[in-house]
C-alpha cells in the first residue's frame, strides 16, 4: 500500500511493526466508527450524536480507502460536501491536526470537527462550560419530551437519565423506552426492587458494554488485519506490476536486440545474395556474349568446314591419283631392284668363276712346273754333277717356260732374272732357304717354307737351294680390280672344284712358284701358295663376301688361313710379301657362300696395299697374338684404318691367335673381349695351330654378313642408302 509520500513499501508486514509512522501507533487502533459509538454512548447528546454520525460520514468520505487516518490532501474530498474553498478546507486541517503529524486520526478528526462544528453553529460558545451547558439543556428539554409522553414527573426522568448516562446504556440500548417504563413501573409499584433492577441493569449494561468494546475491538482488528492484507495485496500487486514491468521491458529490450540481430543478419544475407545476383548477372551477361560469338563462330565453322570438305575431296582425289603413281613407281622401283640385284648376283658369280678358272689354270701350271721339276731332276741325276752349269739344261728350264707361257696365257709371273735366264731349281732354292724368317726382300722374295702335308713338323729346310723370285708389283696389282669384279672374258664353270686355294697370280705378277717335286722337298711350294683343296659341294655358291684379314706380322694369319681352308698347320711359315687370296666355300644355314680371303703382309712397309683392300671388303678380320702384348696394343691401329677407309659400315672380327700356346700369353682373354665389346666387334680367341676356333670363328662372320645381306635386301624402300652396320657382338 503506499505510503503517505507515496513510495512504494515493498514489505507491508512494516506498515504493522511501524514505530510511531502513521497515525496508528496508540489511539489509531480502534475504527473511527466504534471510537464515535464509544463517545456517543459514554457522553454525547443527541445532537452531539448527529454531529458525531456526521463527523463518522465526513471522516468516512475522507478515508475512502479505509486507512484509518486521513492525510492533508484526503481533506479535499470535502471540497464537494462542505461549502468550503480548498485554502479554508486546509486550514481545517490544520487546526483539527492537533498533534501537527500531518495525519488525522478519528479522534482528532471528531473532536476537532465537533469543535469546529459547533463553533460554526453556535459561535458564541466557545468552551467547554458552554457546552456542557448547553448539553444539560437539550438534556432538560429532553426529559421534558418525554414526560409528556409517558406522565413522567420531571425529576424521574432526569433520575432516569442519569441511571442511563451513568449505565451508559446510549451506547448498548437503541431504544431505552421498555427500560424506562420497566424502571418508572417498578419505582411506582415495588420501590425496594429498584435499587436490585438498577444493579441488574448496571450489571448487564456493563457487560454488554464489555461486549460491545469486545466485538468493536475484534471489528477494528479485523479492519485492522483487512487493510493490512490490503496493504499487503497492494503491495504484491505493485510489485508484480513492477515486476511485470521489468520483465516486459527486459523481454522487450531482447527482443529488440533479437530483432535487430535477426534483422542485419537478414540484411547481410540480402546483401549477399544482391551481390550473388549481380555476379550471376554479370556472367549470365559474359555467357551470353561468349554464346553469341560462338554462335557467329560456328557460323564461319561452317563455312570453313565445307571449304575444308570441298578441299579435302580434292586432295583425296590427288592422293588417290599419286597413290596409284606411286604404286607405279614402287613397281616399276621393285622391278629395277630386282634387275639390280640379278645383276649384282651375275656379277659376284662371274666374279667367282674368274677366280676359280684362274685357280684352276694355276693348278695346271703348278702341274707342269712339277713335271718340269721332275725332269730337271730326273736330268740331274742322270747327268754329271759336273755339267750342271750345262747349256742342256739351261734350254730345258727356255724350253718349258716357253710352253707355260703359251698355257697360261701370262698368267704367271715370267719366273727370270734380270739377264732372261731362268734359274735353276737349285739355285732357287738356295736362295730361299738362305732368307731368314721375315724377309726383308720386300716385294720380290716368297720364301718356300712348305711342309709335307700331314706332318706337323716344319720342313728341314729344303735340301734344294732354289733360285726363284716372285715380283709383284704394288701399282699394279691386279686384286683391288678382282675385289672390284672387273673381269670381262668368260669362264668356264667347275662345278666340282668347291674350294680353290689360290695364289695371287696374274699376268701383272712375276712370280716363281716353287715346285713340289717328290714327297721328300716338302718345301717345294712358296709360302702364299694356296694347295687347290678338293670338297665335293652339291651347289654353286649363292652369293660371294670379300673378307679382308689383317693384324701385326707373325700374329698367324697366313697359318689360320691355311688352317682354315687346308685343315693343316705349317710351321716356320713365311712372312706374307704383298698380298694373297684364298676362297672357301662354306655352308651358312643351307645357303652356300663363297668367302674371298685376302691375307694382307703385318709388315709394316706394306701397309699401304693393305688399305687400298679395305675399300671392297664386306667384313674385316683383325688378328693378334695373344702371346705377344705389342701386337694386342697394335689392335687399335688397325681398327681405326679400317674405320678411316670404310667408316663402320663393315662387321669386324677380332681373332686372339695361338690359344695352344697358353704358358706365354701376354693378352689376358678379359682384355680381348672388352677390347671388341667397346667397339662392336666379334670376338674369339683361337688357334691355327690346334684349329680351335678356327671355323668358328669364320662362321659366325659369315653368317653375320649374310643376315645382313638378307636385311638389306628386304628393305627395298631404302634402297640406294647404305646398310646400317649390325651389332657385330650380338
Ligand atoms: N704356337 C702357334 N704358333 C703359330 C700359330 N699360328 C702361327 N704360328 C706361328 O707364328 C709364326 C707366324 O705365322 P704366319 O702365319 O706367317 O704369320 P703372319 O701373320 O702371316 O705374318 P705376316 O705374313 O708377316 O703378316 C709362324 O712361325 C707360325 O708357325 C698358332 O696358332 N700357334
Ligand atoms: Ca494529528
Ligand atoms: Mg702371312
Not at 747327268?383 to 739344261?393: E, G, L, V, W, Y
Request: proline share 4%; glycine share 6%.
Amino acid at each position: 500500500m503506499a505510503a503517505p509520500d507515496g513510495r512504494v513499501v515493498s514489505r507491508p508486514q512494516r506498515l504493522g511493526q511501524g514505530s510511531g509512522r502513521g497515525p496508528k501507533g496508540r489511539g489509531a487502533c480502534l475504527h473511527p466508527l466504534d471510537s464515535l459509538e464509544q463517545k456517543e454512548t459514554q457522553e454525547q447528546t443527541p445532537g452531539q450524536l448527529d454531529m458525531l454520525r456526521k463527523a463518522q460520514e465526513f471522516f468516512q468520505t475522507c478515508d475512502a480507502e479505509g486507512k484509518g487516518f486521513i492525510a492533508r490532501k484526503d481533506m479535499q474530498r470535502l471540497h464537494k460536501e462542505l461549502p468550503l474553498s480548498l485554502e479554508e478546507l486546509e486550514d481545517v486541517f490544520d487546526a483539527l491536526d492537533a498533534d501537527g503529524n500531518g495525519y488525522l486520526t478519528p479522534e482528532e478528526f471528531t473532536a476537532g470537527f465537533s469543535h469546529f462544528f459547533f463553533r460554526q453553529n453556535n459561535p458564541s460558545q466557545e468552551d467547554a462550560g458552554e457546552q456542557v451547558a448547553q448539553r444539560h439543556k437539550e438534556k432538560v428539554y429532553q426529559s421534558r419530551g418525554n414526560e409528556d409522553l409517558g406522565d413522567m414527573g420531571e425529576d424521574e426522568e432526569a433520575q432516569f437519565q442519569m441511571l442511563m448516562d451513568r449505565l451508559g446504556a446510549q451506547k448498548v440500548l437503541e431504544d431505552e423506552s421498555d427500560v424506562k417504563q420497566l424502571w418508572l413501573q417498578l419505582k411506582k409499584d415495588e420501590p425496594h426492587l429498584l435499587s436490585n433492577f438498577e444493579d441488574f441493569l448496571t450489571r448487564i449494561f456493563s457487560q454488554l458494554q464489555e461486549a460491545h468494546e469486545e466485538k468493536n475491538e475484534l471489528e477494528y482488528a479485523l479492519k485492522r488485519k483487512i487493510a493490512a492484507y490490503d496493504e499487503e495485496i497492494q503491495h504484491l500487486y505493485e510489485e508484480m506490476e513492477q515486476q511485470i514491468k521489468s520483465e516486459k521491458e527486459q523481454f522487450l529490450l531482447k527482443d529488440t536486440e533479437r530483432f535487430q540481430a535477426r534483422s542485419q543478419e537478414l540484411e547481410q544475407k540480402l546483401l549477399c545474395k544482391e551481390q550473388e545476383l549481380e555476379q550471376l548477372t554479370q556472367k549470365q551477361k559474359r555467357l551470353e556474349g561468349q554464346c553469341t560469338a560462338l554462335h557467329h563462330d560456328k557460323h564461319e565453322t561452317k563455312a570453313e568446314n565445307t571449304k575444308l570438305k570441298l578441299t579435302n575431296q580434292e586432295l583425296a582425289r590427288e592422293l588417290e591419283r599419286t597413290s596409284w603413281e606411286l604404286q607405279d613407281a614402287q613397281q616399276q622401283l621393285e622391278s629395277l631392284q630386282q634387275e639390280a640385284c640379278k645383276l649384282h648376283q651375275e656379277k659376284e658369280m662371274e666374279v667367282y668363276r674368274v677366280t676359280e678358272s684362274l685357280q684352276r689354270e694355276k693348278a695346271g701350271l703348278l702341274k707342269q712346273l712339277d713335271f718340269l721339276r721332275e725332269r730337271n731332276k730326273h736330268l740331274r741325276d742322270e747327268r754329271d754333277i759336273c755339267f750342271q752349269k750345262n747349256k742342256a739344261a739351261t734350254a730345258n728350264t727356255a724350253a718349258s717356260r716357253a710352253s707355260w707361257k703359251n698355257r697360261s696365257g701370262s698368267v704367271i709371273g715370267k719366273y727370270v732374272d734380270g739377264r732372261g735366264i731362268l734359274r735353276s731349281q737349285s739355285e732357287e732354292e738356295e736362295e730361299v732357304f738362305s732368307i731368314p724368317r721375315r724377309s726383308s726382300l720386300g716385294l720380290s722374295g716368297y720364301p718356300l717354307t712348305e711342309e709335307e702335308p700331314g706332318t706337323g713338323e716344319p720342313g728341314p729346310g729344303g735340301p734344294y737351294p732354289r733360285p726363284l723370285r716372285r715380283i709383284i708389283s704394288i701399282e699394279e696389282d691386279p686384286l683391288p680390280q678382282l675385289l672390284d669384279g672387273g673381269f670381262e672374258q668368260p669362264l668356264s664353270k667347275c662345278p666340282e672344284e668347291e674350294e680353290v686355294c689360290d695364289q695371287g697370280a696374274q699376268g701383272q705378277i712375276q712370280e716363281a712358284p716353287p715346285l713340289k717335286l717328290t714327297p721328300t722337298s716338302p718345301r717345294g711350294q712358296p709360302v702364299g701358295k694356296e694347295a687347290v683343296c678338293k670338297e665335293s659341294s652339291p651347289s654353286a655358291p649363292d652369293r660371294l663376301f670379300k673378307i679382308v684379314f689383317v693384324g701385326n706380322s707373325a700374329v698367324g694369319k697366313t697359318s689360320f688361313l691355311r688352317r682354315f681352308c687346308e685343315g693343316r698347320f705349317s710351321p716356320g711359315m713365311a712372312a706374307t710379301v704383298g698380298i694373297d687370296y684364298r676362297v672357301k666355300t662354306v655352308n651358312v644355314d643351307d645357303s652356300q657362300v663363297a668367302l674371298q680371303l685376302w691375307d694382307t703382309a703385318g709388315q709394316e712397309r706394306y701397309r699401304c696395299i693393305t688399305q687400298q683392300f679395305f675399300r671392297k671388303a664386306d667384313g674385316v678380320i683383325v688378328m693378334y697374338d695373344l702371346t705377344d702384348k705389342q701386337s694386342f696394343l697394335s689392335v687399335r691401329r688397325w681398327l681405326s684404318s679400317v674405320e678411316e677407309a670404310v667408316g663402320d659400315r663393315v662387321p669386324v672380327l677380332l681373332l686372339g691367335n695361338k690359344l695352344d700356346n697358353e704358358k706365354e700369353r701376354e693378352v689376358p682373354r678379359g682384355l680381348g673381349e672388352q677390347l671388341a665389346k667397346d667397339n662392336n666387334l666379334i670376338f674369339y680367341e683361337c688357334s691355327a695351330y690346334s684349329g680351335h676356333n678356327t671355323k668358328e670363328s669364320l662362321l659366325h662372320l659369315a653368317r653375320f654378313l649374310k643376315e645382313q645381306e638378307d636385311t638389306v635386301r628386304e628393305d627395298t624402300i631404302q634402297v640406294g642408302h647404305p646398310a646400317k652396320k649390325k651389332s657385330c657382338c650380338g
